[in-house]
């Protein structure tokens, strides 16, 4: 779903609450009783508040109801949870105002946003309930109680890892993103001015960005840690030069998207780290008509690496944050069978045992781009949470003006 904050401004301090209300009731229903909603909100105006803001939510798609369901009730939208996730941001100052999206995937949206100074960051948001519900099996663990709280539960999981990973990266001097916020679903993190590596079709030495990001694979190993899909999607490449006279151009890598990073000591550990290296032996002889000289690198040697030099064990840092086994384990199932849907649905595994959906993600951005071209001016359009206020080139003061009704649209809410 494409992220639309237009109808934010029109949202009351009374909506806000009923919409955390239905929030809260999703964590033990999958449809929450209207009472139930009554009762969470706290309105003054009692229930005719409440349903008052209960039909403007519905109206906007923050909330829905089930058909055919046995009594009165509402669940929560992604739509609701977006809001949600968002007015947090703007009430900690960390997004004033949200831009175009710039990437787009299974399980997760790209947003440029910006702070109240203009700084522009990425505003990441999971969907990972976008296809995986439709097939996960009903025994699982995270699907005991209601599907609703299953993508929200899931989607928080892997914006809370990718969270406490990027955090621990960054400390210990790995080239990522910096992570600045995180709010149930969505990360905040520095905008990084560089190309996916699938985007680039040549550079000057592939010898030495593929030593550069084979280094990156062994100096997570010391830290305990396997990126699981360390593929030509999630490496950006900088480029930068030592001065503006020179010719020379340095290529750096930067690493995203760690969802899906596992521990050395995982059961499965060696699959991992085998199709990360195979993964890039392929893109590299594929793209740049690059092969290795040398076999490997190798799990058994890698593991040998672990800790070594007084690396610290990141698998380990990313559990005392609060990530438990069991977190892990419900987010690792849901992606293994996201996996098992893509192969089911015969977009087959490429010859380094990377899944290869590049054709209908591909697809997916053309209807998008289709979807979308009558958005094209809008895109151009600064949204201040929700609302035009004139193009790149427009009214400064505007901008200052509409600023500030988004703020006390934010903040003194409940959530």
């Known amino acids: 779903m494409k992220l639309d904050t237009k109808a934010m401004r029109y949202l009351t301090a009374e909506d806000w609450k009923v919409l955390a209300a239905v929030e809260q009731g999703t964590k033990n229903h999958e449809l929450v009783p209207t009472p139930l909603i009554e009762k969470l909100s706290r309105l003054r105006g009692g229930a005719s508040g409440v349903h008052k803001s209960i039909s403007a939510?519905?109206?906007?798609?923050?909330?829905?109801r089930l058909k055919e369901a046995k009594y009165d009730g509402y669940r929560l939208t992604y739509g609701g949870l977006d809001y949600l996730a968002l007015h947090t941001h703007a009430s900690r100052k960390h997004v004033y105002s949200v831009g175009s999206r710039i990437g787009v995937g299974k399980e997760s949206d790209i947003m440029i946003v910006a702070d109240d100074t203009g700084a522009q960051r990425v505003l990441k948001i999971h969907r990972l309930g976008r296809i995986s519900f439709r097939t996960v099996k009903s025994n699982r663990d995270y699907l005991r109680k209601n599907k609703t709280g299953s993508w929200m539960y899931l989607s928080r999981l892997a914006a809370t890892k990718e969270f406490a990973f990027m955090t621990a990266l960054r400390d210990e001097g790995f080239p990522?993103?910096?992570p600045i916020a995180h709010s149930r679903h969505t990360i905040v993190m520095s905008l990084i001015d560089a190309l996916p590596l699938r985007q680039i079709s040549a550079v000057p030495d592939p010898a030495s960005l593929y030593a550069d990001l084979i280094g990156l694979i062994l100096r997570l190993a010391r830290h305990g840690l396997i990126h699981g899909d360390f593929n030509e999607f999630n490496i950006l490449v900088k480029e930068s030069k030592p001065d503006e006279d020179s010719n020379e151009i340095t290529l750096t890598p930067i690493l995203i998207d760690f969802p899906q990073m596992v521990s050395m000591d995982h059961p499965n550990a060696e699959m991992y780290f085998d199709r990360d290296v195979a993964c890039l032996k392929t893109f590299f002889q594929r793209r740049f008509h690059f092969v290795p000289t040398q076999p490997g690198p190798f799990y058994a040697d890698a593991k040998k690496t672990v800790g070594r030099d007084g690396?610290?064990?990141?698998?380990?840092?990313l559990e005392a944050s609060g990530f438990t086994k069991k977190m892990a384990k419900d987010l690792e199932a849901a992606i293994r069978e996201q996996q098992q849907e893509k192969l089911a649905k015969g977009e087959g595994i490429d010859e380094g045992g990377e899944l290869s959906g590049d054709e209908e993600e591909d697809e997916d951005d053309e209807e998008d781009d289709e979807e979308g071209q009558n958005d094209q001016q809008e895109e151009q359009v600064v949204l201040v949470?929700?609302?035009?206020?004139g193009k790149s080139s427009g009214d400064n003061n505007s901008l200052i003006d509409t600023g500030r009704a988004m703020q006390k649209l934010a903040i003194g809410s409940d959530t």
């Not at 690396?311 to 840092?317: E, F, P, S, W």
């Not at 949470?385 to 206020?389: F, R, Y």
């Open 57 to 64: 939510l519905a109206k906007t798609g923050l909330i829905g």
């Open 385 to 389: 949470i929700g609302e035009e206020v």
């Open 311 to 317: 690396a610290r064990r990141l698998d380990a840092a």
């Open 176 to 178: 990522v993103p910096e």
